[in-house]
């Protein structure tokens, strides 16, 4: 059961740590340049509207999942969880927010991008002409 325990707290250190190191560089690749082209400027702009789609969304969903346990534990039942119970809620609730997550993503960000994707081919023919 230690085992268990060590690694959701290791995978939650390493969640931490990935997601402060990729998120405070999501968006360096697309600062304007002014070398930049119209081709090198779709391409950013393309960068920035998938960064939600590529985002690892099970880090996020592990460290959400470790702070609702928490919360649950200290404020609705009010007693200190035995090991057995910290693992079922982690998994469970990161389960579902996983899943809630990429349902949402999938839904919202896939239509946005096509629709950015086609507003960017128009830009592109107009351009051309």
Not at 97 to 105: M, Q
Request: proline share 1%; glycine share 0%; hydrophobic share 45%.
């Amino acid at each position: 059961m230690i085992i268990l325990i060590l690694t959701i707290v290791f995978f939650s250190i390493f969640a931490i740590y990935f997601e402060k190191k990729q998120s405070c560089h999501s968006y360096d690749n697309a600062k304007i340049n002014k070398k930049d082209n119209i081709s090198r400027s779709f391409q950013k702009l393309r960068h920035c509207i998938t960064f939600e789609n590529r985002s690892i969304k099970w880090r996020r969903s592990l460290l959400t999942s470790c702070m609702i346990t928490l919360l649950l534990f200290i404020f609705c039942w009010e007693r200190r969880p035995t090991s057995s119970e910290i693992i079922i809620h982690i998994i469970l609730i990161t389960l579902v927010v996983t899943i809630n997550w990429n349902n949402f993503s999938l839904n919202s960000g896939e239509k946005s991008l096509h629709v950015c994707n086609d507003i960017i081919k128009h830009i592109k023919k107009l351009t051309k002409n």
